[in-house]
């Protein structure tokens, strides 16, 4: 059984089988984990949804900014956007089993067996391991229940900025929400940026947030997305896919089950043109 991680898919469905043929994938043995946005920007967002659905266990997904942005559409509680391409879910026949599936996924996935974590966009360096999946499960929980739509009402915004044990109800959940799913920058003092969206060294204050010092989630090693003008690779003992295949970059795959992990590319069209 191979198992391999994915960047960010974004409704890029036919780039996503061009990449699992040249890993010869097999769908019966092989498992699939992808990094989060799968849908939204690209033109098969409902496509793409349903393969990774129908994957049933062999596909672990956890949940991006994109599939967060899905569900407040879908509630009136998210604006769409100009560049959106979710009309084909929205008006799906499917939508409502699509929409129940996507609400059990997961923030963060951690297998102590391989030696990976993976999240959609970062971890806050308060962090260690046992924290974010603990922070995890609070927002899985909540997306999860039956009150889900006041939390997704509340979701968006950028404050609380900083971590604090002793941060409770929709602040605590806003901020565990933008780190798994939009951080990119901290400053020094470990308060979240969340305004600066470009590559490493464009940012007006902070660092990229796997750099750190003492970082807690230093010794785990942390596959994610979401930064398409972050070059793929090792960074701190994390390892970025998001290879930018919505904007004519390529989409990512890493094996994780081989000794050392295993890279492949595949050069995308582009669906998108950067603004």
Same mark, same amino acid.
């Given at each position: 059984?191979?198992?391999?991680?994915?960047?960010?898919?974004?409704?890029?469905?036919?780039?996503?089988?061009?990449?699992?043929?040249?890993?010869?994938?097999?769908?019966?043995?092989?498992?699939?984990?992808?990094?989060?946005?799968?849908?939204?920007?690209?033109?098969?967002?409902?496509?793409?949804?349903?393969?990774?659905?129908?994957?049933?266990?062999?596909?672990?997904?956890?949940?991006?900014?994109?599939?967060?942005?899905?569900?407040?559409?879908?509630?009136?509680?998210?604006?769409?956007?100009?560049?959106?391409?979710?009309?084909?879910?929205?008006?799906?026949?499917?939508?409502?089993?699509?929409?129940?599936?996507?609400?059990?996924?997961?923030?963060?996935?951690?297998?102590?067996?391989?030696?990976?974590?993976?999240?959609?966009?970062?971890?806050?360096?308060?962090?260690?391991?046992?924290?974010?999946? /603990?922070?995890?499960?609070?927002?899985?929980?909540?997306? &999860?229940?039956?009150?889900?739509?006041?939390?997704?009402?509340?979701?968006?915004?950028?404050?609380?900025?900083?971590?604090?044990?002793?941060?409770?109800?929709?602040?605590?959940? &806003?901020?565990?929400?933008?780190?798994?799913? &939009?951080?990119?920058?901290?400053?020094?003092?470990?308060?979240?940026?969340?305004?600066?969206?470009?590559?490493?060294?464009?940012?007006?204050?902070?660092?990229?947030?796997?750099?750190?010092?003492?970082?807690?989630?230093?010794?785990?090693?942390?596959?994610?997305?979401?930064?398409?003008?972050?070059?793929?690779?090792?960074?701190?003992?994390?390892? /970025?896919?998001?290879?930018?295949?919505?904007?004519?970059?390529?989409?990512? /795959?890493?094996?994780?089950?081989?000794?050392?992990?295993?890279?492949?590319?595949?050069?995308?069209?582009?669906?998108?043109?950067?603004?």
């Amino acid at each position: 059984m191979a198992v391999y991680a994915i960047g960010d898919i974004q409704g890029c469905f036919d780039e996503l089988q061009q990449l699992l043929a040249q890993l010869n994938y097999d769908r019966q043995n092989d498992q699939l984990w992808f990094c989060g946005d799968l849908v939204n920007r690209g033109p098969k967002s409902l496509e793409t949804l349903r393969f990774v659905k129908e994957l049933g266990e062999r596909a672990i997904t956890v949940l991006g900014n994109h599939d967060l942005h899905l569900l407040a559409v879908l509630e009136g509680h998210g604006k769409y956007l100009a560049n959106d391409t979710l009309d084909d879910i929205i008006h799906a026949p499917d939508r409502d089993a699509l929409i129940d599936w996507l609400r059990q996924q997961k923030v963060m996935h951690y297998d102590a067996g391989l030696g990976y974590a993976m999240v959609h966009a970062g971890l806050p360096p308060q962090w260690d391991l046992e924290l974010a999946l /603990a922070c995890a499960d609070e927002l899985h929980a909540k997306l &999860r229940s039956d009150d889900y739509l006041d939390f997704i009402r509340q979701m968006y915004g950028n404050e609380p900025d900083r971590w604090d044990d002793a941060l409770t109800g929709i602040d605590r959940l &806003r901020f565990i929400t933008n780190c798994f799913s &939009r951080l990119r920058f901290c400053k020094e003092d470990g308060k979240l940026n969340l305004k600066d969206k470009g590559g490493p060294g464009s940012q007006g204050k902070g660092m990229p947030w796997f750099a750190v010092p003492e970082r807690r989630s230093r010794d785990t090693r942390i596959i994610f997305g979401h930064w398409s003008t972050l070059p793929t690779g090792v960074h701190d003992n994390c390892y /970025a896919l998001d290879g930018g295949c919505l904007w004519g970059g390529k989409l990512v /795959a890493m094996r994780l089950d081989t000794p050392e992990p295993e890279w492949h590319y595949l050069k995308c069209a582009g669906a998108c043109v950067p603004d």
